[in-house]
């Protein structure tokens, strides 16, 4: 059948981000229709099944939707399947992360949570999938991954690598997370899956939705055999580079990116006292992903409050960007409960985050308000009740959307002290940095508000309180930094580092390509962040990533996103 005739189909059930999978199809110059009924299973001549978030979720939606018998029949149809992450997961047997639910059972095996002894969980960033088969697969047209590229990863749960018996016959790829090889795709017969998500990794993942969009990847049952054991899947998660865009409107009402230093984003008062003004959103992003950054950042940090929420310039950032970038968005700011201002409409934040899910971001990123569900879950604690309740925006939108959707923005600023005695109840550390009367010793005081109020809250019981309601990544940032281009705090990095178990993001202070290898060299955080020499062109992400690698730095060839 022609390519142009095939009917391409979707199966959507809620997870998230979908609109950068429809992005990319149509990038790739291909329609594709919703499943939105029952009867849709027998008009598809392929179907793409992507997901995100928690298993249970997944298939008590499929469940729930009257799809999960048609999906199975589809597969022993014969046609065409492409699961991805959830989607992946979903075929087999079932998963820690929701014990009492069943998979599909189409593969045997089950998904289980990373051990998290030896590295940060969940897994995110870019990884190398390794094709396994030690002979030929004889089949007309195989899955398009490249052995020197890297895709996507971004999950807290995997199928364990064994390489023999089942394996040997359905998986394709496998990749290794610091000591645990995990299986990165499968491909059986007509069901094709990826535990990465190619519509977020670039030129190489669009090549792989390519191959299975205009091809027919049937893999021969003959072709099971013998498969490269675990101790041969080599380490290759790289550093990630971002790109932070700070976006407000201006006096004029145009929305802008801007930068502020130490949080003031306005020109002095001899150059008018304007918002500063470094380019269109959008635009700029595209630019990123055009010079390679691993991710783009949306920090919105104007309220929009006298919009309905649809309203809400940010969405449409969100749509406009993801037709044209596939590497993961965050969008930040007034993801929490709001109430449009007829007074009719209320959003629960896990309803905002949903929107802007659908506009096209991957993760939302949570400040103020994570602050304030840290000091309830510690007020909760200290009174002997149960700290989870489920009332928090971070409980909510991790147990939909997975936790690997929330990011904690964390804006926090020092506080110099003469003795650990001074700063009661407080995480307190020793600087080589002393405060301008001599102290020796610091604690970091979270903020809210953009800056402008202090909380009696710590970094470190801030980011361990949002660990243990369900957020997936911290984004570190310190006023005392911002703007400075004197490096990042690398203190705060490496204490923030030893109190959690999940990714950080190192941000603010980054001046010149050293710096970020400096964060990394001295701290292993995951990924490192910038926004105004970005913007200024000062410092580049190809000379940041070509500096990384000159220092044996692993990192996503900046080649790759061009």
């Known amino acids: 059948m022609p390519v142009s005739d095939q009917k391409l189909y979707l199966l959507d059930y809620g997870a998230g981000n979908v609109r950068s999978l429809l992005n990319a199809v149509e990038k790739l110059g291909h329609r594709i229709e919703y499943i939105k009924t029952v009867e849709d299973f027998a008009k598809a001549d392929k179907i793409i099944f992507p997901g995100v978030g928690a298993f249970g979720y997944a298939m008590r939606a499929l469940n729930n939707s009257g799809f999960a018998e048609p999906l199975k029949a589809y597969i022993a149809s014969g046609r065409p399947l492409m699961g991805i992450c959830v989607g992946m997961q979903v075929l ?79 998986v394709h790829s496998a990749t290794r997370y610091v000591d645990q090889a995990v299986v990165s795709s499968v491909w059986s017969r007509n069901v094709f899956a990826t535990q990465f998500h190619p519509e977020k990794s670039g030129p190489a993942g669009l090549a792989l939705l390519r191959s299975f969009i205009e091809h027919d990847l049937v893999r021969p049952q003959s072709s099971a055999g013998e498969l490269r054991m675990p101790g041969d899947i080599e380490s290759a998660l790289t550093v990630r580079v971002i790109a932070c865009l700070d976006v407000r409107a201006n006096d004029q009402g145009d929305l802008v990116v801007t930068k502020g230093d130490q949080y003031d984003v306005r020109e002095s008062a001899d150059k008018g006292g304007d918002v500063r003004n470094l380019g269109k959103p959008v635009d700029l992003a595209k630019r990123y992903y055009d010079e390679g950054a691993d991710e783009i950042a949306f920090l919105n940090i104007t309220s929009f409050r006298n919009l309905p929420f649809r309203d809400t310039p940010m969405l449409e950032v969100l749509r406009q960007a993801s037709r044209s970038i596939f590497v993961p968005l965050t969008i930040g700011g007034g993801v929490r409960d709001s109430v449009d201002p007829d007074g009719e409409h209320v959003w629960p934040a896990v309803q905002v985050a949903g929107e802007y899910f659908r506009s096209g971001a991957d993760k939302v990123s949570i400040g103020s308000d ?63 940095f002393p405060g301008p009367n001599g102290e020796q010793y610091c604690w970091y005081q979270c903020t809210v508000k953009g800056g402008r109020e202090g909380r009696d809250t710590d970094v470190r019981q801030l980011v361990t309180a949002c660990e243990a309601l369900g957020a997936g990544e911290i984004l570190l940032n310190c006023m005392d930094k911002d703007g400075t281009n004197s490096g990042y705090d690398i203190e705060l990095i490496s204490d923030t580092k030893a109190a959690v178990s999940i990714p950080v993001i190192a941000s603010s202070g980054a001046g010149r390509p050293e710096h970020f290898s400096e964060a990394v060299e001295k701290t292993a955080v995951e990924a490192v962040l910038a926004a105004g020499i970005f913007h200024r062109r000062e410092v580049p992400i190809v000379a940041v990533k070509k500096h990384m690698q000159e220092q044996g730095i692993s990192i996503r060839s900046a080649e790759d996103g061009v």
């Open 92 to 170: 087999f047997e079932g998963s820690d992360e929701s014990p009492s639910e069943p998979g599909l059972g189409i593969f045997e095996g089950r998904v289980e949570l990373f051990d998290k002894k030896l590295k940060s969980v969940p897994h995110m960033g870019w990884n190398a999938a390794q094709v396994v088969h030690q002979e030929n697969v004889l089949a007309t047209a195989v899955p398009e991954i490249g052995e020197d590229s890297r895709y996507y990863f971004v999950h807290s749960y995997a199928v364990p690598y064994t390489g023999t018996g089942a394996q040997r016959g359905i």
């Open 370 to 432: 994570a602050v304030y569900a840290a000091e309830g879950y510690w007020q909760r604690k200290a009174e002997g009740l149960e700290p989870l309740d489920g009332s928090t925006a971070i409980e909510q939108i991790a147990e939909r959307y997975g936790r690997q959707a929330v990011v904690i923005s964390v804006d926090p600023r020092r506080v110099y002290v003469s003795s650990p005695e001074d700063a009661s109840g407080h995480h307190v550390i020793r600087t080589a």
